[in-house]
């Protein structure tokens, strides 16, 4: 679907610009985003690179067992119905320490491996189980430290302080993840109340 909607946007622009005589200024500003593109890309492989290292070494030291550790207790309140010494328990430990990180290249590979475990303790496969669903929110509204790709770039649009957004990120994550749990936990318990069968009525006195 959303191939569509690119492919209509694209296909309108140049429907509206050769109505409007401008198929030049379409054609000059593709190009030139292009170049743009390329740019910006050349630009994030040193800072991302920089930033990647020192995560691995981070990595290395133990600093994301360490993590991990402190939020075994709060991942055990989110996924209550994962087993302690199941192999999902770690790789969403690992998934959200590499969040919090800023380190997405290695969070991406811990939460696919999160989801496939998951789905092994789904007794419903063709949906998603609650377990999975708290886990996309999560990931998706994750906590994060250090933003690493947003102050690369900046600095490769030549910000003179790129740091500067890192409270502002950690506190928009945080509030994000707040209101990500709060609505996972509301419609968790929504569904349950559904599901609850009625209670039973009393037999009939008989006369």
């Not at 994030?44 to 691995?56: A, C, D, E, H, K």
Request: charged letters at 15%; aromatic letters at 8%; one cysteine or more.
């Amino acid at each position: 679907m959303v191939n569509w909607i690119w492919l209509f946007f694209i296909l309108a622009g140049f429907v509206v610009a050769a109505m409007n005589g401008n198929i030049g200024a379409v054609t000059e500003a593709a190009f030139e985003g292009a170049k743009t593109g390329v740019t910006v890309s050349f630009g994030l492989i040193s800072v991302l690179v920089f930033w990647m290292g020192i995560m691995r070494i981070a990595e290395d030291a133990g600093l994301l067992q360490k993590l991990a550790k402190l939020l075994s207790p709060f991942v055990r309140y989110l996924f209550p119905s994962v087993p302690k010494d199941h192999p999902a328990f770690g790789y969403i430990l690992s998934n959200m320490s590499a969040n919090i990180l800023g380190l997405g290249n290695a969070a991406t590979p811990a939460g696919i491996k999160a989801m496939e475990e998951l789905q092994k303790l789904n007794p419903e496969k063709d949906t998603a189980s609650a377990a999975m669903c708290t886990l996309l929110a999560i990931n998706t509204a994750s906590i994060t430290l250090i933003p690493t790709t947003i102050i690369a770039i900046r600095m490769n649009f030549g910000s003179q302080n790129p740091t500067d957004i890192v409270g502002t990120t950690l506190a928009a994550t945080a509030i994000a993840l707040a209101a990500a749990i709060a609505l996972d936990k509301w419609y968790q318990r929504r569904s349950a109340s559904s599901h609850t069968p009625p209670p039973a009525k009393p037999p009939a006195a008989g006369k």
